[in-house]
């Protein structure tokens, strides 16, 4: 059985506990790591030059055509300047728009600046542009708090065995560390979980509106992703044995099970009988292997047997 530094035994839940925990702590590190895709989207030929090679997303960044990551600040910054350009009045995209409609072309001809349809897609990255940037910071601070509970839980299971003292004085502070061991497990667990559905959620969302007003490439999860779910997953078992390991066990109560020692019957008597049975009938024999019983009273035999009485 493994042992704990003080040399304590460890049992198999917190062998899993212990564990898992520490294997959260390094799936969430790694995760923190910028250069980490969580989504990808391959290369596509209807889109262009645009997606000329494959994209990578992440909660903290995106690349762009030249393949380097650029955080979701600076993304949404330069997006809704241009939004906001092509929203400002110009003298010269006034023309050009005046043109384009008379064409009967839908504004595609004068550029975005002229195109309604390009205006509003490039209105919705903005704002999906922006989501992304705010909750991919607090996608990322539940992942450190993620990381700092499951560390918790390792320093207070160490402290689940305190100096020698008063026997209660000691299991108070045992149940103590393993009540603060149960709740970082379980805080481990909560944030990390929260954070990837956040992402996940806030990002489908966000690309479907995209979509929506405009052709863009779906970017599916990625080996990030796949990490962090697999992280959540083992941080749910983590969490469970830190309760299991908590409740109280049932006790064994033996003398519930063993009936009572009703002693050893006296040479020639009759054994104790259950009192569910009722009593034995009457001019019953001696129990097998008894000694054997004499004449009745007062016909040559005495008390309990033996030899006869001379009178």
């Given amino acids: 059985m493994p042992k704990d530094k003080k040399g304590q035994p460890l049992t198999w839940k917190d062998s899993i506990t212990k564990n898992l925990s520490i294997a959260g702590v390094i799936i969430q590190l790694l995760l923190l790591i910028p250069h980490i895709p969580w989504r990808l989207v391959k290369t596509d030929p209807n889109y262009g030059s645009r997606f000329g090679v494959s994209r990578q997303f992440s909660p903290f960044w995106a690349t762009n055509g030249l393949r380097q990551g650029v955080s979701w600040m600076k993304l949404q910054k330069d997006t809704c300047a241009q939004v906001k350009s ?42 999906e542009y922006t989501r992304f940037a705010i909750f991919g910071v607090m996608v990322m601070t539940l992942q450190l708090a993620s ?45 990390s979980f929260v954070a990837v559905l956040m992402y996940v959620g806030v990002t489908d969302i966000g690309f479907k509106n995209i979509k929506s007003t405009g052709y863009y490439p779906w970017p599916a ?37 063993q009936p009572e020692y009703m002693g050893v019957p006296p040479m020639g008597a009759m054994p104790p009988y259950d009192p569910m049975m009722g009593p034995p009938p009457p001019m019953m ?16 035999g005495g008390m309990g047997g033996g030899a006869p009485q001379q009178w």
């Fill in 86 to 127: 092509y929203n400002s009045p110009n003298p010269i995209g006034l023309l050009v728009s005046v043109a384009a409609t008379a064409s009967k072309t839908s504004g595609s001809v004068g550029g975005c600046m002229a195109w309604q349809s390009c205006k509003k897609n490039a209105a919705t990255r903005c704002y």
């Fill in 285 to 300: 024999g001696p129990p097998m292997g008894g000694p054997p019983m004499g004449p009745p009273m007062g016909m040559g």
């Fill in 221 to 257: 999860l990625f080996i990030g992703g796949y990490m962090a779910l697999f992280g959540v997953f083992l941080q749910f078992i983590a969490m469970l044995t830190g309760i299991w390991r908590c409740m109280p066990q049932r006790e064994e109560e033996q003398e519930d099970e």
């Fill in 147 to 191: 990381v700092i509970a499951s560390i918790c839980v390792v320093v207070y299971m160490g402290m689940e065995v305190p100096v020698k003292k008063k026997k209660k004085k000691e299991e108070e502070q045992r149940q103590e560390a393993m009540q603060k061991t149960q709740i970082a497990a379980i805080t481990a667990f909560v944030s």
